[in-house]
C-alpha cells in the first residue's frame, strides 16, 4: 500500500494530511485537559472564555496546598517503582526457565498465570479488605500496595518476558552451561543483555499500569499509601462546577507518567510485541 | 529428574506467589457465597458476623439469579467488551497502516497517537464524561449550542434563510442515561486502547514482507486489495493478542463505569458485585463467583486461540 500510494503526488500529501488530522484528534482531550487547568473554575464553564481567558496558576496552588499533592505523587513513586522491580525479580527467572528449559506443562501454567488476570478484582474486594484489615493490619500500607500491584501485573510480565527469551537462541544459552557458567551468571551475563530492550519494555509497561492502577490503590488505602488514584477518586465527585481544579489534578496525576512514555515511546514501538512478531 | 528441579525452583515464587493470590482471597469468597452475610443488619445482628452457622447453601445464587439486574449486567458487559475490540482493532489497523510509511512529522505523530495509553483510566472517565461529553457544560453541549446559534444566524439571510428555517434546533446527547453511558464507556475506552492496538500493529508492520508487495503491486493489485489479502493475514496473530489483553483488561472495567454511570443502571458485573459489596456481602460473592466463571469460559475460549501458537 505505501508504495502506490508514494506513486501518485495527491497521496503523497492526503495520507501524512490524515495521519496528522487523525493524531491532532487523538491528542486533543489531553491538550483539553492542560488548557483548561489553567483556567479558573468560574472561566472554566463560561462559553465566551471557552479559548480566550486569563491563565492562572491558582489550581495548581491550591491543589499543592490544599490536598497535599506531592505525598500522594511520592507514593505513586515508591508503590510503582518496587512493585515493577518486585515483578521483575520474579518474573525474569520465571520466564527465563519456562522459555529455556520448557516442560510439558509449561503452557498451562502461562494460560493459568494469565487467567488470574482475569478474574474480576470486585470478586475478591471484601475478602481482601477483610484479610487485610482485621486479620493482617497491613491495610493502607505501601507494603500491601506494592504486593498487589506486583500480583496483578505478574502474568502480563512473565507473559512478555517469555516471549522476548524465546527469540534468544538456544544455543547460546547451552553455550554458556558448557563453559560452567552458573545460572545466575547465565541470566546476569547472558540473558538479560541480550533481552535488554524487551525488559526494558516490559518494566516500562509494568510501570504505567502500577501508576495507573485505580481500583485496589484506590480501595485498599485511606492516607499513609494513597497514590495519585485516590487523589482523583477524592475530587472527582463535585461535578459540574470545578472544571477548573479537576483539571489540574487530574493533569497532575497523568503528566508524569505520559511524559515518561513520550520520552521511551521508541522503546515502546519497538518493544511492544507480546510475541505477536515471528 | 534431577535436572527439573532447577527450572522449578526459578518458577517457583512466580506460581506460589499467584497461586496465594488466587487462592486464599477466592477461598474466602466461596465460603461467603453460601453463608447469609451482611454488613449491617438491625433484625439479625447475627448475620453480620461470617459464620458456618448462617449457611445458606445455594440461596444467594438462588437470589442472584433472580435479581433482574443480574442477566442485564452480563449483557451489558459483553456488549461493552465486543464492541470496544471491534473499535479498537478497526481503527489500530487503519492508522497502524497509515502511519506505518515515512513522511514528515512521523515521530510527533506516534507521540501525539500513543498518549491516551497512558492517561489514568479514572483520569479518561472524568475528563470524558464532564469537559467533552457534558450535554450543558461539556464541548458537546457547547458544539451544539454553536451550531444553533449558527443556524439562527443565517436564518436572517434572504433565499438561504428559508432553508434554514426549516432546520430543527438541535439537541445535544446526554451521556448520563443508562444506554449512552454506555456508549460514553465505549467512547472513552476506545480511545485509550486504540494507541494500544496501534502500537502493537505497527510493530507487526514493519516486520511485513515487502517484496511481497512489490511483486503484488506489479500484478496490479489495488492498495485495498493488498491491504486485505496480505496485510490483515499478516496481522492475525498481533490481532488475536490485542483481543486477549484487551479482554483481560475489559471484563473487569471498573472505574470507567463507576464515574460515568453512578447508578443510572449501567451496569456490568464487576460494578453489580460492588454495589452488593455495599451491604449483602453473600450476594456479592455469589454474583462474583458467577463472573470467575464467565471469565474462565472466556480466558480458556482465548487462551487456547492465542496460546495455540504461542508455544511454536
Known amino acids: 500500500m505505501a508504495a502506490v500510494a508514494q506513486t501518485t503526488p495527491l497521496s503523497r500529501v492526503l495520507w501524512p494530511t490524515l495521519a496528522w488530522i487523525i493524531a491532532l484528534i487523538f491528542f486533543f482531550p489531553i491538550f483539553w485537559l492542560v488548557f483548561t487547568s489553567f483556567k479558573t473554575d468560574a472561566d472554566a464553564v463560561k462559553p465566551e472564555h471557552l479559548l480566550f481567558f486569563t491563565p492562572t496558576l491558582e489550581n495548581y496552588a491550591n491543589m499543592t496546598e490544599n490536598y497535599d499533592y506531592w505525598r500522594f505523587a511520592i507514593n505513586s513513586v515508591i508503590t510503582s517503582t518496587f512493585a515493577t522491580g518486585f515483578a521483575l525479580v520474579v518474573g525474569v527467572p520465571a520466564a527465563y526457565a519456562m522459555a529455556f528449559d520448557p516442560s510439558r506443562h509449561t503452557k498451562d501454567i502461562l494460560v493459568w498465570m494469565l487467567s488470574t488476570k482475569m478474574l474480576p478484582a470486585a470478586a475478591v474486594l471484601y475478602p481482601m479488605t477483610f484479610l487485610t484489615k482485621n486479620m493482617l493490619g497491613l491495610f493502607d500500607t505501601h507494603f500491601l500496595i506494592i504486593v498487589v500491584l506486583c500480583l496483578i501485573n505478574l502474568p502480563i510480565v512473565i507473559w512478555m518476558l517469555f516471549t522476548y527469551f524465546k527469540e534468544i537462541p538456544k544455543d547460546i544459552i547451552e553455550a554458556g552451561k558448557m563453559d560452567g557458567v552458573s545460572t545466575w551468571g547465565e541470566i546476569k551475563d547472558i540473558l538479560i543483555p541480550l533481552a535488554w530492550g524487551g525488559i526494558a519494555s516490559t518494566a516500562l509497561l509494568t510501570f504505567i499500569f502500577c501508576w495507573n492502577e485505580a481500583y485496589w490503590t484506590v480501595r485498599l488505602t485511606t492516607i499513609d499509601a494513597a497514590t495519585l488514584s485516590k487523589l482523583i477518586e477524592g475530587n472527582r465527585a463535585p461535578e459540574g462546577l470545578f472544571f477548573g481544579r479537576l483539571s489540574a489534578v487530574s493533569t497532575a496525576a497523568v503528566g508524569p507518567i505520559v511524559v515518561l512514555g513520550w520520552f521511551c515511546q521508541k522503546q515502546l514501538v519497538q518493544g511492544l510485541t507480546f510475541g505477536a512478531v515471528k | ?312
Do not use: C
Open chain 2, 1 to 312: 529428574m534431577a535436572n527439573r528441579t532447577l527450572p522449578r525452583l526459578l518458577q517457583a515464587p512466580a506460581v506460589l506467589m499467584l497461586l496465594m493470590w488466587m487462592l486464599v482471597p477466592l477461598g474466602m469468597t466461596l465460603f461467603f457465597s453460601f453463608i447469609r452475610y451482611v454488613l449491617n443488619s438491625l433484625r439479625r445482628p447475627e448475620w453480620t458476623t461470617p459464620s458456618i452457622e448462617n449457611w445458606r447453601g445455594l440461596g444467594n445464587y438462588k437470589y442472584v439469579l433472580e435479581a433482574k439486574d443480574f442477566w442485564f449486567a452480563i449483557q451489558n458487559s459483553v456488549f461493552i467488551v465486543v464492541s470496544i475490540l471491534i473499535f479498537t482493532v478497526v481503527f489500530g489497523l487503519l492508522i497502524a497502516v497509515l502511519v506505518n510509511r515515512s513522511f514528515p512529522g512521523r515521530g510527533i505523530v506516534r507521540v501525539l497517537l500513543i498518549s491516551p495509553f497512558f492517561v489514568m483510566p479514572a483520569v479518561n472517565a472524568v475528563l470524558w464524561i464532564n469537559m467533552i461529553l457534558d450535554p450543558v457544560l461539556g464541548l458537546n453541549g457547547l458544539a451544539v449550542a454553536g451550531i444553533n446559534d449558527l443556524v439562527v444566524g443565517l436564518r436572517e439571510f434572504p433565499l438561504i434563510g428559508q432553508f434554514f428555517s426549516m432546520w430543527p434546533e438541535l439537541k445535544p446527547m446526554s451521556f448520563r442515561a443508562s444506554q449512552t453511558s454506555a456508549y460514553a464507556v465505549i467512547m472513552m475506552v476506545t480511545w485509550q486502547w486504540t494507541p494500544f492496538a496501534v502500537l502493537i500493529f505497527m510493530t507487526s508492520l514493519q516486520s511485513e514482507d515487502e517484496s511481497q508487495k512489490e511483486a503484488a503491486m506489479l500484478d496490479g493489485a489495488s492498495a485495498w486489495s493488498q491491504f486485505i489479502n496480505l496485510t490483515v493475514p499478516h496481522l492475525a496473530r498481533p490481532i488475536a493478542i490485542v483481543v486477549m489483553i484487551q479482554s483481560i483488561f475489559h471484563l473487569s472495567l471498573y472505574a470507567e463505569i463507576e464515574i460515568v454511570s453512578r447508578g443510572n443502571g449501567n451496569k456490568n458485573l464487576p460494578y453489580l458485585i460492588g454495589e452488593f459489596t455495599s451491604n449483602n456481602i453473600g450476594a456479592a460473592s455469589a454474583t462474583g463467583i458467577f463472573a470467575v466463571i464467565l471469565a474462565n469460559i472466556i480466558a480458556i475460549f482465548l487462551l487456547r486461540m492465542v496460546g495455540k501458537s504461542l508455544m511454536d
